[in-house]
Structures are given as C-alpha cells and as structure tokens.
T-cell receptor
Framework: AQKVTQAQTEISVVEKEDVTLDCVYETRDTTYYLFWYKQPPSGELVFLIRRNSFDEQNEISGRYSWNFQKSTSSFNFTITASQVVDSAVYFCALSGRNRDDKIIFGKGTRLHILP | NAGVTQTPKFRILKIGQSMTLQCTQDMNHNYMYWYRQDPGMGLKLIYYSVGAGITDKGEVPNGYNVSRSTTEDFPLRLELAAPSQTSVYFC??????????FGDGTRLSIL
C-alpha cells in the first residue's frame, strides 16, 4: 500500500530563517511520482513540483529546493530565507506509475513565518 | 483557459437537504477527483473517475454520489446532508500521474 507521512504537523520560524519540511513515503512500485503542493490561507491548492522516482537530482527553484533520497524514501522541501508569504499548508503527495493510480496526499504541514 | 471550475463557492444546507456540487474542466483531462478537506486536516479522496462513464470510490465515499456523463463534468451529489459533511470540497483533474489541477473549492456548512 502507498502512504505519505508528514510528521511535522505545524512549524513556526522567524522570517529569513531556513526551514525544511519533511516527507517520507512508502510504496512497492519501482516507478512512482512525488509532488509538493502549497495551500496558502486563501485556500487554493498550488502545484509546486513533480519528481519522477528515477530522477534523484536535487531541484532548486529560487528560494525553494527539494531533496529526494530513495535510500530513505524521503522527499524533503526546504525554503531558504523564508518570507511571510510562505506561510501556508504544504502537502506532499505520491502516485504510482500507472495512469490509473490515484495520488495519495500526506496530512500536510502548516508553516507559520513570523515577521 | 478556465482550468477547473467549481460552483458554488459557498453553501449552507439544512440537515437532510440535498445538493449537487458542480465541477467542470476545460483541459480535456480524463482523470477527475473529488476531495474533502476538514478544518486543519489534509485531503481525503471521496470519488474519482478515469474517464466518461467510469467512476470509483475513494477513501470516504459514504453519503455521496457522483456521475461522469461527459469528459468535462464531474458533479458530486449529497443526498441527505449531515453535519459531518461540513467541509471544503475540492475538485481536481489531471492526465494520469501528471500534477493535478485543483478548483478553488466549495465551502459547505450543514446546520
């Protein structure tokens, strides 16, 4: 069975600090896809990144970076020099290789960036 | 390109009433999903569809029904509203395991 665990329910950091959101997944598939979504206070869900299981290169997009480690089944998300606008709930998600596979979401991590 | 459109955005129902949450996408996606998000919680899958005429239950289907007569539309019906169905409902669509496109959500209160 597939499972996504985001052990950090809520995190608070002061603006400009770096923060890492953890995501651990379980799957028996050898090919799978991992995602991160952001849900700001306004409520919409915003796609951030999709990663194929065969691509273990870390990815950086501005202040955002993602560390994918198959050895530990983790796909962690780091925000560098956090800003108040980063305050949101962040969801990690997993889907299998088949087109019919559903996307399984973690319970989310609520991030508070304090001014 | 509107993406995924959900209507209504807000609704208050009385216990026992019925209603249909509408979801339409204009991206020709085969896959569509309905989730509910309870306050402070993650997303729970209610129903999903892999194409017109095909629907299947998710994690929390009780109390809901869906239909998929066209590729574009995936309405969610509540037959007998209960307070436990107070939630925010999100519709999403995608091509297989591509990123899901989400609607803006429907905030539903059952009183």
């Amino acid at each position: 069975a597939q499972k996504v665990t985001q052990a950090q329910t809520e995190i608070s950091v002061v603006e400009k600090e770096d923060v890492t959101l953890d995501c651990v997944y379980e799957t028996r598939d050898t090919t799978y896809y991992l995602f991160w979504y952001k849900q700001p206070p306004s409520g919409e869900l915003v796609f951030l990144i999709r990663r194929n299981s065969f691509d273990e290169q870390n990815e950086i997009s501005g202040r955002y970076s993602w560390n994918f480690q198959k050895s530990t089944s983790s796909f962690n998300f780091t925000i560098t020099a956090s800003q108040v606008v980063d305050s949101a709930v962040y969801f990690c998600a997993l889907s299998g290789r088949n087109r019919d596979d559903k996307i399984i979401f973690g319970k989310g991590t609520r991030l508070h960036i304090l001014p | 390109n509107a993406g995924v459109t959900q209507t209504p955005k807000f609704r208050i129902l009385k216990i026992g009433q019925s209603m249909t949450l509408q979801c339409t996408q204009d991206m020709n996606h085969n896959y569509m999903y309905w989730y509910r998000q309870d306050p402070g919680m993650g997303l729970k899958l209610i129903y999903y569809s892999v194409g017109a005429g095909i629907t299947d239950k998710g994690e929390v289907p009780n109390g809901y029904n869906v239909s998929r007569s066209t590729t574009e539309d995936f309405p969610l019906r509540l037959e007998l509203a209960a307070p436990s169905q107070t939630s925010v409902y999100f519709c999403a669509s995608t091509h297989g395991n591509q990123p899901q496109h989400f609607g803006d959500g429907t905030r539903l209160s059952i009183l």
